[in-house]
Structures are given as C-alpha cells and as structure tokens.
T-cell receptor
C-alpha cells in the first residue's frame, strides 16, 4: 500500500509570511508529485506539479522535491488570507494517484 | 468551457439501499476518475475510465462499480450501502494529452443512515 503522509495541522501563519507545507511518500519508484488546494466545501484544485528533483516556481508557489529523502514540499510566499485552505499532496504511481489527508492552512490578517 | 458536473449534489440513503451517481466530464476529456473523500481517510481512488473501459481500479469492495458511456459521461454505483459509505464522492476528468491534470467536479455528498 503506497502511503502519502502530511502533517494535518492546522498550520497558522501571519499575512505576508512564508507558509511551508510538507509531504513524505513511501513508494521510492514514484515519479510525479502534485499539490492540490481545497477550500472548505469545495473540490480540490491542482496548483502545482513536479517531476524532477529540485525546485519549481510558479508565482508565489514553489514546489520542492527530494527523491532521495522521499520528500516533497510546497512553499507559499507572501501568504494571503485567500490562501487559507487545505492543501493536499498527491503522488502518481502504479497508474493511480495517492493522496495525503491534507494540511489545513490558516493565514491570519 | 463548462467544468465537471456531478449529480446529484446531495443524497441521503438508508443502509442496504443502492445508489447511482453521475459525472459529466469537461468537453473533450475522455478520462474520468472517481474518488471517495472522508475526514479520516482523505481522498481515495475508486476507479478510472477511459473510452468506456475501466483502466484502473482502487482497493474498494465489489459493491462499488462504475461505467462510462460513449459520450464520456460516467456513473458509479454502490450497492448494499453501509454506514461507512457516507462520504463525498468526487469525479475528476482529464484530457488524454495531459493526463496528470485532473479537474474535479463539485462532488456528491452521500449520507447513509
């Protein structure tokens, strides 16, 4: 059983700070990694994906992947109250996605 | 372009009954995946359909089944409902050329009493 682990939080950061969300995965053969954002009462929305070791930046978001440590993270710079949501880490392997249970982020104005 | 739609949005059923949920993907998307989301287990993969064929299946009992029609619309059926089947059921569609970019529908909230 492939596992994806996330700290459930809640994680609280002040507005303008950097929010750091972490995820570990069990299947060393996993190749593709994704971050979804899910607002309360809404469905998940893909915000970032990363395939290669290192960093990938998209606006205020940076995904970091370390395959040796089986670790993927999401950094949100200049956090805004509108970033308050649950962030789901997902790993693709064996022809399906495996999701973590999510980290709840609250950005305090 | 319209997003993924799911019907019904809310459903209350009794133990032992069966239920059918429907999902219409984004126009042009031929892959539809179904997920169950619960507070304790998170998002769990049920199955994926592509061009009317089940391509992948998660680790759920045979009470959970699905199908896809020629217009890519998909249905999932749960027979002999149990209390533990209460969950948000999400479907997601993706384009053949960008299979990893899944677009989720709003979900169907199923409550089993």
């Amino acid at each position: 059983q492939k596992e994806v682990e996330q700290n459930s939080g809640p994680l609280s950061v002040p507005e303008g700070a950097i929010a750091s969300l972490n995820c570990t995965y069990s299947d060393r053969g996993s190749q593709s990694f994704f971050w979804y954002r899910q607002y309360s009462g809404k469905s998940p929305e893909l915000i970032m994906f990363i395939y290669s070791n290192g960093d990938k930046e998209d606006g205020r978001f940076t995904a970091q992947l370390n395959k040796a440590s089986q670790y993927v993270s999401l950094l949100i710079r200049d956090s805004q109250p509108s970033d308050s949501a649950t962030y789901l880490c997902a790993v693709y392997g064996g022809n399906q996605f495996y999701f973590g249970t999510g980290t709840s982020l609250t950005v305090i104005p | 372009k319209a997003g993924v739609t799911q019907t019904p949005r809310y459903l209350i059923k009794t133990r032992g009954q069966q239920v059918t949920l429907s999902c219409s993907p984004i126009s042009g998307h031929r892959s539809v995946s179904w997920y169950q989301q619960t507070p304790g287990q998170g998002l769990q993969f049920l199955f994926e359909y592509f061009s009317e064929t089940q391509r992948n299946k998660g680790n759920f009992p045979g009470r959970f089944s699905g199908r896809q029609f020629s217009n890519s619309r998909s249905e999932m059926n749960v027979s002999t409902l149990e209390l533990g089947d209460s969950a948000l059921y999400l479907c997601a569609s993706s384009h053949r050329d960008r299979a990893y970019e899944q677009y989720f529908g709003p979900g169907t909230r199923l409550t089993v009493t």
